[in-house]
């Protein structure tokens, strides 16, 4: 069974802090990892994928991959209330087949003021 | 420009019903995607379409009917649906379905069934 996994929050964090989410995936073939926010009654939107291990950055998210320990996770800096939004991880693996993802419960983001 | 419409926004309809609903992307994406999500929860793979074909189908009960006009447009089709089918019905597109494809979600359809 291919699983993505994540703490399903709410995480609270201050304004102007960093928050950090993160997402463990079972399937070693795992090839594609992908960020989708979604605020409430509204449909997901991809803010970030990565590919290879390391860090990848865009503005204030940085996505960071590790495919030895099989997680990976999505850093935001400088919180803002609105970053409150549902995270969810998806997955796509290399032995899915026509699978295209897979997501993980999503991570409920509160950013206090 | 990243946008997939649907339509309509919102649609409520009794059990005996029939209705559509309508996906549209100019992207010149080759696949494209039916999901339905319930409140706090992921969502959830209905059927997959690739270069117009009928790629994959999670075993969704025959009372929703795909349609793959051409390679612009997806319509789900809804006939005698139950009340526990009422949800958000997404649909996405990617460019292809290789493994590095990142999906686009439309808005959204808010169905409720009464």
């Known amino acids: 069974q291919k699983e993505v996994e994540q703490n399903s929050g709410p995480l609270s964090v201050p304004e102007g802090a960093i928050a950090s989410l993160n997402c463990t995936y079972s399937?070693?073939?795992?090839?594609?990892f992908f960020w989708y926010r979604q605020y409430s009654g509204k449909s997901p939107e991809l803010i970030m994928f990565?590919?290879?291990?390391g860090d990848k950055e865009d503005g204030r998210f940085t996505a960071q991959l590790n495919k030895a320990s099989q997680y990976v996770s999505l850093l935001i800096r400088d919180s803002q209330p609105s970053d409150s939004a549902t995270y969810l991880c998806a997955v796509r693996s290399r032995y899915s087949g026509n699978t295209p993802l897979v997501f993980g419960k999503g991570t409920r983001l509160s950013v206090i003021a | 420009d990243t946008e997939v419409t649907q339509t309509p926004k919102h649609l409520v309809m009794g059990m005996t019903n029939k209705k559509s609903l309508k996906c549209e992307q100019h992207?010149?994406?080759?696949?494209m995607y039916w999901y339905k999500q319930k409140a706090k929860k992921p969502p959830e793979l209905m059927f997959v379409y690739s270069y117009e074909k009928l790629s994959i189908n999670e075993s969704v009960p025959s009372r929703f009917s795909p349609e793959c006009p051409n390679s612009s447009l997806l319509n789900l089709h809804l006939h005698a649906l139950q009340p526990e089918d009422s949800a958000l019905y997404l649909c996405?597109?990617?460019?292809?379905?290789?493994?590095?494809?990142?999906?686009?979600f439309g808005p959204g359809t808010r169905l409720t069934v009464t």
């Open positions: 990565i590919y290879s291990n």
């Open positions: 992207m010149g994406h080759r696949a």
């Open positions: 399937d070693r073939g795992s090839q594609s």
């Open positions: 996405a597109s990617s460019p292809s379905l290789d493994r590095s494809s990142e999906q686009y």
